[in-house]
Protein backbone atom coordinates (compact mmCIF):
# COMPACT_ATOMS: atom_id res chain seq x y z
CA UNK A 1 0.00 0.00 0.00
CA UNK A 2 2.63 2.67 0.81
CA UNK A 3 4.53 1.72 -2.49
CA UNK A 4 1.25 2.48 -4.47
CA UNK A 5 0.62 5.84 -2.41
CA UNK A 6 4.37 6.77 -2.86
CA UNK A 7 4.01 5.75 -6.74
CA UNK A 8 0.42 7.95 -6.70
CA UNK A 9 2.39 11.14 -5.34
CA UNK A 10 5.88 11.01 -7.44
CA UNK A 11 3.42 10.62 -10.66
CA UNK A 12 1.19 13.37 -9.73
CA UNK A 13 3.88 16.19 -9.28
CA UNK A 14 5.66 14.73 -12.32
CA UNK A 15 2.90 15.50 -14.29
CA UNK A 16 2.65 18.95 -12.99
CA UNK A 17 5.70 20.07 -14.23
CA UNK A 18 7.49 19.50 -17.66
CA UNK A 19 10.15 19.59 -19.77
CA UNK A 20 12.10 23.41 -19.62
CA UNK A 21 14.32 25.18 -21.38
CA UNK A 22 17.59 24.67 -20.95
CA UNK A 23 21.20 27.11 -21.80
CA UNK A 24 22.83 23.53 -23.29
CA UNK A 25 22.22 20.21 -23.75
CA UNK A 26 24.54 18.92 -20.84
CA UNK A 27 24.34 21.03 -17.73
CA UNK A 28 20.62 21.28 -16.50
CA UNK A 29 19.64 24.74 -15.46
CA UNK A 30 17.13 24.81 -12.67
CA UNK A 31 14.41 26.03 -14.79
CA UNK A 32 11.44 24.59 -12.28
CA UNK A 33 8.18 26.12 -11.40
CA UNK A 34 7.95 27.41 -8.19
CA UNK A 35 5.56 28.39 -5.54
CA UNK A 36 3.63 25.28 -6.12
CA UNK A 37 0.83 23.95 -4.18
CA UNK A 38 2.83 21.75 -1.35
CA UNK A 39 1.50 18.25 -1.37
CA UNK A 40 3.57 16.71 0.86
CA UNK A 41 4.49 19.35 3.25
CA UNK A 42 0.78 20.89 3.53
CA UNK A 43 0.09 17.47 4.56
CA UNK A 44 2.83 16.80 6.99
CA UNK A 45 1.95 20.04 8.61
CA UNK A 46 -1.93 18.85 8.97
CA UNK A 47 -0.65 15.60 10.47
CA UNK A 48 1.82 16.88 13.16
CA UNK A 49 -1.11 19.36 14.32
CA UNK A 50 -3.70 16.87 14.58
CA UNK A 51 -1.18 14.23 16.15
CA UNK A 52 -0.04 17.01 19.19
CA UNK A 53 -4.75 17.61 19.28
CA UNK A 54 -4.89 14.41 20.09
CA UNK A 55 -2.46 13.33 22.33
CA UNK A 56 -3.84 16.54 24.22
CA UNK A 57 -7.16 15.35 23.68
CA UNK A 58 -6.40 11.04 24.77
CA UNK A 59 -5.44 10.71 28.89
CA UNK A 60 -3.74 7.80 27.99
CA UNK A 61 -1.79 7.62 24.42
CA UNK A 62 -1.68 3.96 22.88
CA UNK A 63 1.03 3.03 21.24
CA UNK A 64 0.98 3.02 17.41
CA UNK A 65 -2.09 5.35 17.73
CA UNK A 66 0.09 8.23 15.79
CA UNK A 67 -1.25 9.48 12.11
CA UNK A 68 0.94 8.80 9.41
CA UNK A 69 1.20 10.23 6.12
CA UNK A 70 1.64 7.16 4.48
CA UNK A 71 -0.32 4.10 6.07
CA UNK A 72 -2.33 4.74 9.18
CA UNK A 73 -3.99 1.64 11.30
CA UNK A 74 -7.59 1.90 11.34
CA UNK A 75 -7.53 2.48 15.28
CA UNK A 76 -5.60 5.59 14.61
CA UNK A 77 -8.12 6.78 12.07
CA UNK A 78 -11.55 6.38 14.12
CA UNK A 79 -9.91 8.18 16.79
CA UNK A 80 -8.90 11.28 14.52
CA UNK A 81 -13.17 10.53 13.44
CA UNK A 82 -14.33 10.71 16.53
CA UNK A 83 -12.40 13.82 17.64
CA UNK A 84 -13.28 15.49 14.75
CA UNK A 85 -16.72 14.94 15.67
CA UNK A 86 -15.95 17.16 18.81
CA UNK A 87 -13.77 19.86 16.06
CA UNK A 88 -16.15 19.74 13.07
CA UNK A 89 -15.03 23.43 12.34
CA UNK A 90 -11.32 22.41 12.43
CA UNK A 91 -10.22 22.11 8.95
CA UNK A 92 -6.70 21.08 10.31
CA UNK A 93 -8.13 18.06 11.78
CA UNK A 94 -10.55 17.87 8.48
CA UNK A 95 -7.11 18.22 6.35
CA UNK A 96 -5.00 15.43 8.52
CA UNK A 97 -7.85 13.17 8.38
CA UNK A 98 -8.42 13.76 4.54
CA UNK A 99 -4.82 13.08 3.51
CA UNK A 100 -4.23 9.25 5.87
CA UNK A 101 -7.75 8.46 4.36
CA UNK A 102 -6.02 8.99 1.00
CA UNK A 103 -2.47 7.86 2.35
CA UNK A 104 -4.46 4.35 3.87
CA UNK A 105 -5.72 3.64 0.50
CA UNK A 106 -9.51 4.94 0.58
CA UNK A 107 -9.16 7.99 -1.79
CA UNK A 108 -12.90 7.58 -2.42
CA UNK A 109 -13.43 8.70 1.31
CA UNK A 110 -10.88 11.39 1.35
CA UNK A 111 -12.72 12.72 -1.68
CA UNK A 112 -15.60 13.08 -0.06
CA UNK A 113 -14.40 14.67 3.06
CA UNK A 114 -12.83 17.31 1.20
CA UNK A 115 -16.13 18.11 -0.71
CA UNK A 116 -17.61 18.19 2.13
CA UNK A 117 -15.26 20.60 4.00
CA UNK A 118 -15.11 22.68 0.92
CA UNK A 119 -18.59 23.08 1.07
CA UNK A 120 -18.72 24.38 4.85
CA UNK A 121 -16.02 26.62 4.43
CA UNK A 122 -15.98 28.41 0.94
CA UNK A 123 -12.76 29.94 1.43
CA UNK A 124 -11.17 26.75 2.55
CA UNK A 125 -8.10 26.91 -1.21
CA UNK A 126 -6.29 23.63 0.27
CA UNK A 127 -9.31 21.61 0.00
CA UNK A 128 -9.48 22.25 -3.24
CA UNK A 129 -6.22 21.74 -4.34
CA UNK A 130 -6.51 18.33 -2.69
CA UNK A 131 -9.60 17.55 -4.85
CA UNK A 132 -7.49 18.40 -7.95
CA UNK A 133 -5.02 15.86 -7.04
CA UNK A 134 -7.67 13.66 -6.72
CA UNK A 135 -8.94 14.25 -9.79
CA UNK A 136 -6.01 13.80 -11.59
CA UNK A 137 -5.63 10.57 -9.42
CA UNK A 138 -8.81 9.99 -11.62
CA UNK A 139 -7.74 11.15 -14.79
CA UNK A 140 -9.74 13.21 -15.12
CA UNK A 141 -7.81 16.57 -15.65
CA UNK A 142 -10.59 18.59 -16.31
CA UNK A 143 -11.38 18.47 -12.99
CA UNK A 144 -7.69 19.69 -11.90
CA UNK A 145 -7.58 22.42 -13.60
CA UNK A 146 -11.23 23.25 -12.27
CA UNK A 147 -10.41 22.77 -8.64
CA UNK A 148 -7.45 25.16 -9.15
CA UNK A 149 -9.79 27.75 -10.49
CA UNK A 150 -12.10 27.39 -7.46
CA UNK A 151 -9.13 27.56 -5.06
CA UNK A 152 -8.41 30.84 -6.30
CA UNK A 153 -12.39 31.90 -5.74
CA UNK A 154 -11.78 30.56 -2.37
CA UNK A 155 -8.82 32.40 -1.62
CA UNK A 156 -7.96 35.01 -4.25
CA UNK A 157 -4.16 35.04 -1.97
CA UNK A 158 -3.70 31.52 -2.45
CA UNK A 159 -0.17 32.04 -4.02
CA UNK A 160 0.20 28.19 -4.97
CA UNK A 161 -3.86 27.86 -6.84
CA UNK A 162 -2.48 30.81 -9.52
CA UNK A 163 1.10 28.55 -10.14
CA UNK A 164 -0.52 25.56 -10.35
CA UNK A 165 -3.18 26.42 -12.62
CA UNK A 166 -0.85 28.62 -14.90
CA UNK A 167 1.16 25.58 -15.29
CA UNK A 168 -1.76 23.10 -15.72
CA UNK A 169 -2.97 25.27 -18.41
CA UNK A 170 0.42 25.71 -20.36
CA UNK A 171 0.68 21.89 -19.94
CA UNK A 172 -2.47 21.16 -22.17
CA UNK A 173 -1.26 23.66 -24.36
CA UNK A 174 -3.24 26.80 -23.17
CA UNK A 175 -0.33 28.98 -22.66
CA UNK A 176 -2.21 32.42 -23.39
CA UNK A 177 -4.78 31.26 -20.43
CA UNK A 178 -1.49 30.31 -18.47
CA UNK A 179 -0.28 33.76 -19.00
CA UNK A 180 -3.92 35.42 -18.00
CA UNK A 181 -3.80 33.38 -14.52
CA UNK A 182 -0.32 34.85 -13.61
CA UNK A 183 -1.19 38.47 -14.50
CA UNK A 184 -4.53 38.03 -12.37
CA UNK A 185 -2.22 36.62 -9.59
CA UNK A 186 0.43 39.64 -10.28
CA UNK A 187 -2.34 42.14 -9.97
CA UNK A 188 -3.40 40.56 -6.63
CA UNK A 189 -0.31 40.34 -5.42
CA UNK A 190 2.30 42.74 -7.55
CA UNK A 191 5.01 41.32 -5.22
CA UNK A 192 4.68 37.62 -5.53
CA UNK A 193 8.40 36.43 -7.19
CA UNK A 194 7.22 32.85 -8.08
CA UNK A 195 4.46 34.80 -10.53
CA UNK A 196 7.39 36.55 -12.56
CA UNK A 197 9.83 32.93 -12.55
CA UNK A 198 6.85 31.38 -13.74
CA UNK A 199 5.74 33.47 -16.17
CA UNK A 200 9.11 33.54 -17.35
CA UNK A 201 8.94 29.94 -17.83
CA UNK A 202 6.02 29.81 -19.77
CA UNK A 203 7.40 32.76 -22.04
CA UNK A 204 10.47 30.47 -22.65
CA UNK A 205 8.36 27.17 -23.32
CA UNK A 206 6.66 29.50 -26.55
CA UNK A 207 10.27 30.41 -26.92
CA UNK A 208 9.52 34.13 -26.58
CA UNK A 209 13.01 35.10 -24.83
CA UNK A 210 12.50 38.87 -25.03
CA UNK A 211 9.45 38.16 -22.96
CA UNK A 212 10.62 35.83 -20.82
CA UNK A 213 13.55 38.23 -19.85
CA UNK A 214 11.48 41.15 -19.08
CA UNK A 215 9.56 38.58 -16.39
CA UNK A 216 13.23 37.17 -14.87
CA UNK A 217 14.40 41.26 -14.47
CA UNK A 218 10.73 41.73 -12.47
CA UNK A 219 11.51 38.97 -10.60
CA UNK A 220 15.12 39.48 -10.43
CA UNK A 221 14.16 43.25 -8.70
CA UNK A 222 12.29 41.51 -6.38
CA UNK A 223 14.56 38.65 -5.08
CA UNK A 224 18.29 38.75 -6.66
CA UNK A 225 18.55 35.45 -5.64
CA UNK A 226 21.42 33.01 -7.27
CA UNK A 227 18.66 31.09 -8.92
CA UNK A 228 16.83 33.69 -10.36
CA UNK A 229 19.84 35.26 -11.75
CA UNK A 230 21.31 32.05 -13.23
CA UNK A 231 17.81 32.00 -14.71
CA UNK A 232 18.10 35.45 -16.35
CA UNK A 233 21.43 34.92 -17.30
CA UNK A 234 20.39 31.84 -19.26
CA UNK A 235 17.99 33.27 -21.02
CA UNK A 236 19.78 36.09 -21.85
CA UNK A 237 21.90 33.42 -23.78
CA UNK A 238 18.92 32.04 -25.61
CA UNK A 239 18.77 35.94 -26.80
CA UNK A 240 22.44 36.09 -28.08
CA UNK A 241 22.92 38.54 -25.94
CA UNK A 242 26.11 37.34 -24.72
CA UNK A 243 28.08 40.16 -22.86
CA UNK A 244 25.19 40.61 -21.24
CA UNK A 245 24.33 37.16 -20.42
CA UNK A 246 28.00 37.23 -19.31
CA UNK A 247 27.82 39.95 -16.62
CA UNK A 248 24.75 37.97 -14.74
CA UNK A 249 27.02 35.03 -14.67
CA UNK A 250 30.40 36.59 -13.22
CA UNK A 251 27.84 38.24 -10.53
CA UNK A 252 26.74 35.25 -9.23
CA UNK A 253 30.61 34.12 -9.51
CA UNK A 254 31.59 37.07 -7.37
CA UNK A 255 30.13 35.64 -4.55
CA UNK A 256 29.90 31.59 -5.19
CA UNK A 257 33.00 31.32 -7.31
CA UNK A 258 32.47 26.99 -7.36
CA UNK A 259 29.01 27.23 -8.77
CA UNK A 260 30.04 24.93 -11.96
CA UNK A 261 26.32 25.69 -13.69
CA UNK A 262 27.53 29.01 -13.71
CA UNK A 263 31.08 28.48 -15.05
CA UNK A 264 29.41 26.37 -17.67
CA UNK A 265 26.94 29.42 -18.59
CA UNK A 266 29.62 32.00 -18.63
CA UNK A 267 31.68 29.51 -20.69
CA UNK A 268 28.65 29.76 -22.87
CA UNK A 269 28.39 33.45 -23.29
CA UNK A 270 31.99 33.02 -24.49
CA UNK A 271 31.53 30.45 -27.25
CA UNK A 272 28.28 32.32 -28.38
CA UNK A 273 31.21 35.19 -29.46
CA UNK A 274 33.55 32.40 -31.01
CA UNK A 275 35.93 32.68 -27.97
CA UNK A 276 36.38 28.90 -27.73
CA UNK A 277 39.78 29.04 -25.62
CA UNK A 278 38.68 31.17 -22.87
CA UNK A 279 35.83 28.84 -22.82
CA UNK A 280 37.15 25.60 -22.78
CA UNK A 281 38.88 26.85 -19.53
CA UNK A 282 36.13 28.06 -17.78
CA UNK A 283 34.45 24.32 -18.30
CA UNK A 284 38.22 22.89 -17.01
CA UNK A 285 37.88 25.12 -14.31
CA UNK A 286 34.24 24.07 -13.34
CA UNK A 287 35.46 19.77 -13.93
CA UNK A 288 38.55 20.28 -11.21
CA UNK A 289 35.42 21.75 -9.05
CA UNK A 290 33.58 18.61 -9.99
CA UNK A 291 35.54 15.68 -11.76
CA UNK A 292 33.06 13.50 -11.48
CA UNK A 293 30.06 15.26 -13.62
CA UNK A 294 29.69 13.76 -16.74
CA UNK A 295 27.46 16.80 -17.93
CA UNK A 296 30.34 18.76 -17.89
CA UNK A 297 32.85 16.05 -19.64
CA UNK A 298 30.43 16.36 -22.21
CA UNK A 299 29.89 19.92 -21.77
CA UNK A 300 33.89 20.50 -22.55
CA UNK A 301 33.75 17.98 -25.37
CA UNK A 302 31.16 19.91 -27.69
CA UNK A 303 33.39 23.22 -26.77
CA UNK A 304 35.90 21.32 -28.17
CA UNK A 305 34.30 20.15 -31.42
CA UNK A 306 32.69 24.20 -31.80
CA UNK A 307 36.13 25.24 -31.38
CA UNK A 308 37.55 22.75 -34.17
CA UNK A 309 34.59 23.44 -36.70
CA UNK A 310 35.39 27.29 -36.14
CA UNK A 311 38.87 27.21 -36.84
CA UNK A 312 38.33 24.43 -40.23
CA UNK A 313 35.69 27.69 -41.23
CA UNK A 314 38.27 30.13 -41.07
CA UNK A 315 40.55 28.15 -42.80
CA UNK A 316 38.26 28.01 -45.73
CA UNK A 317 37.48 31.06 -45.76
CA UNK A 318 40.88 32.41 -46.45
CA UNK A 319 41.43 33.15 -50.15
Not at 5 to 31: E, K, M, Q
Not at 135 to 155: K, T
Amino acid sequence: MQKRYLVHIVLLIAWTLWPVPNSRAGVIVPFEPTGMFDFAGTAEKAINYANAYLKRQTTAWPAGLELRLRWSSKEALDNLERQLQQAPEDFELQTALGVTLWGSSREKEAQRLFEQSVRANPSYAIGHCYLAYLGLLEHDRSAFGRHFEQAIQADPTYVPAYNNLAIFNNKIGKADAALRVLTQGIARLPNEVSFFTNQAIIHGSQENWEAAEVSLRKAVALQPSEHNRLMLGTILLKREQYERARMVFESILETNPKNVVTLAGLADSYKGQHEFARAITLIKQAIAIDPQNADLKDELRMHEEASQSWKSQERNRRP
